[in-house]
């Protein structure tokens, strides 16, 4: 399959967009492309330098260098398929995907997977290991509220607006997590 064949393999889509879909679920493939595009974005924000000296500051550079040695290659994914450079990225970013053999791309992802793969992802983020493995974990260890409609659906198939608002809760306390201004900055408590 093509990646302009998935209504919402892009990461920047909006309601705005045509052939989003907001309450449509979301493959594995999808997932991993999003936060495989994401992960490369904060990357390359941490590897830029100020522009100001009011500007925040990344709080650490380390684990910015992929380790090849954790590369995970899935045999029904080719090398070819429009998902696997993303899925290379990820592990050998340490980003725990699917434990099976196999990784059924194709496949609904369920808030659980979502959950413990977004958690590698601010856990690479934030340069300590990754820990949290279910939606259940993620609300305890303060990355989304009790109220989230994810915690109903843990074992179920997300949609793509569930999808970005865990994503972006993630985002952003990884990065309230890693950021620090600089003592001069208007910003600065």
Do not use: C
């Not at 999003?34 to 941490?46: G, N, P, R, Y």
């Not at 899935?74 to 725990?96: C, E, F, I, Q």
């Amino acid at each position: 399959m093509q990646k302009d064949e998935h209504n919402h393999s892009d990461g920047r889509q909006s309601k705005a967009v045509p052939g989003y879909q907001p309450a449509q679920s979301v493959t594995r493939y999808e997932a991993v492309v999003i936060l495989f595009e994401m992960l490369t974005h904060v990357e390359a924000s941490v590897a830029q330098p100020r522009r100001s000296k009011h500007e925040v500051q990344p709080g650490r550079k380390s684990n910015l260098a992929p380790n090849p040695s954790k590369a995970k290659n899935y045999p029904d994914v080719p090398g070819n398929h429009w998902a696997s450079k993303s899925l290379v990225g990820l592990s050998m970013r340490g980003v725990s995907l699917v434990e099976a053999p196999r990784f059924s791309g194709e496949q609904a992802i369920t808030g659980n997977e979502l959950a413990r793969w977004a958690e590698g992802f601010s856990a690479w983020i934030e340069g300590r290991p990754a820990t949290v493995k279910s939606v259940t974990e993620l609300v305890q260890a303060g990355y989304l509220p009790q109220t989230s409609p994810l915690v109903k659906k843990a074992d179920k198939a997300i949609t793509a607006q569930e999808t970005t608002q865990l994503l972006v809760g993630m985002i952003a306390r990884s990065l309230e997590k890693v950021t620090t201004m600089s003592p001069d900055s208007r910003f600065a408590k």
